[in-house]
């Protein structure tokens, strides 16, 4: 590990371990930011490369991803760098083909729907992902100590249901029938998922990831009930074997403020909060018993710097420099977004932060 706990004290700290502090609910110095989808279209630079390379290539050449992950931290100058990759990279070592189709999102030919259809898929072929890994090392090496390196992979939920669906779904009436009416075949999927994304963690983590972070983007459409039944045991099992590597888990999805207490219950180290949900009331309400990251709405980065400030300092008020809050967006930067309004973010989180009582 790169950042082992006792280390240094609060007012000597790199941005690496002020991020990793943040994690662990440690007393620092100013909250540590970064951001959803960083690198993505709305940055020029990621444009370019793209221009010459599909999403899948640059996922799949190390030093692609590297690149695109180092600009857009560099430009941004943010407190950690999350690696260029996607969450549905897992599907094709367990054997399942998928493709990016130009907006539309990703599409799998031949979607799950039977108990024979989970059988096939494999999960012992995490190795062929070695590539993000690798792409991870390359990152830790340029950035050394400076940064945290954020490694990640789907949740269980979120990717059974790109698995079932075939793709992005507005009702999850495949996903959610599976669930209700074969459980067994549910449930092993999630099994299955559970392995593949462990091993696939495992190799970040020894690659110096410093911290990872389990999406579960779309778990929002479940009750509490059904989060209960059919989800929080998988989520539980994973999030604790990732801890069991050494680093600390965050845990995030959207639309999820009536399941965060059951979230919590997984046991993560910090959860991921949309914008939906008020910060303060939030963390209060969850007894303080985990790390929060958020949770400002994307497209604020599409208002005048003023307003911007403006929430910011709402949000980091609401924290009220209490241990345990990354700064973040409550989900990805959109296309279209003007990078010096992320670059103003950042700023404002430096200056405000310091400001705004601690502790
Ligand atoms: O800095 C970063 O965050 C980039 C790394 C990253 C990507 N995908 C690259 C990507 C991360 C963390 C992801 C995670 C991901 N992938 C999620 C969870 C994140 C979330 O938003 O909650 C999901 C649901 C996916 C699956 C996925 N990949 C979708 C639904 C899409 C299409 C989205 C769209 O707007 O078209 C993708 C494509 C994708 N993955 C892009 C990027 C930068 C954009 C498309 C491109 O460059 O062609």
Not at 191 to 205: D, H, I, P, W
Not at 213 to 218: A, G, H, K, P, V
Not at 289 to 309: H, K, M, S, W, Y
Request: some cysteine.
């Amino acid at each position: 590990q790169r950042f082992p706990n006792t280390q240094t004290e609060p007012d000597n700290l790199t941005s690496g371990s002020r991020f990793v502090r943040a994690c662990q609910r440690k007393p620092i110095d100013r909250t540590p930011v970064w951001f959803l989808r960083q690198a993505g279209r709305y940055m020029p630079e990621y444009q370019a490369v793209r221009k010459h390379h599909s999403l899948l290539e640059i996922c799949k050449k190390p030093e692609l991803a590297a690149e695109v992950t180092i600009t857009a931290a560099e430009r941004l100058d943010v407190d950690a760098a999350i690696i260029f990759a996607d969450l549905l990279l897992p599907f094709e070592p367990m054997g399942l083909d998928f493709e990016f189709q130009a907006g539309e999102g990703p599409v799998v030919h031949k979607p799950i729907r039977t108990y024979e259809d989970v059988t096939r898929l494999r999960v012992d072929k995490a190795s062929e992902l070695g590539y993000v890994a690798e792409a991870i090392q390359r990152v830790v090496a340029h950035f050394k100590e400076r940064i945290g390196v954020i490694g990640f992979c789907g949740a269980p939920f979120t990717l059974a249901s790109y698995m079932i669906e075939g793709g992005s779904s507005r009702n999850y009436i495949a996903a959610k029938t599976m669930m209700y009416r074969q459980p067994d075949a549910w449930r092993l999927l999630m099994e299955k998922l559970v392995t593949v994304l462990s091993a696939y963690v495992r190799q970040q983590v020894d690659a110096g990831a410093d911290v990872i972070q389990i999406f579960d983007s779309w778990v929002g459409v479940l009750s509490v009930e059904d989060y209960r039944d059919f989800v929080l045991p998988a989520a539980k099992i994973l999030i604790r074997e990732v801890q069991s590597f050494g680093v600390p888990v965050i845990y995030f999805g959207v639309e999820t403020a009536s399941l965060l207490p059951a979230m919590r219950e997984t046991g993560a180290d910090v959860l991921g909060l949309d914008w939906r949900t008020p910060l303060g009331e939030t963390w209060k309400s969850l007894d303080y018993a985990c790390a929060v990251q958020g949770n400002l709405d994307p497209i604020t980065l599409f208002a005048e710097p003023g307003l911007i400030r403006e929430r910011v300092k709402s949000i980091l008020t609401q924290a009220g420099g209490r241990p345990g809050h990354i700064f973040n967006l409550g989900h990805g930067i959109v296309p279209g977004t003007p990078v010096e309004n992320v670059q103003h973010v950042v700023r404002f989180v430096r200056e405000l932060s310091a400001e705004v009582g601690r502790g």
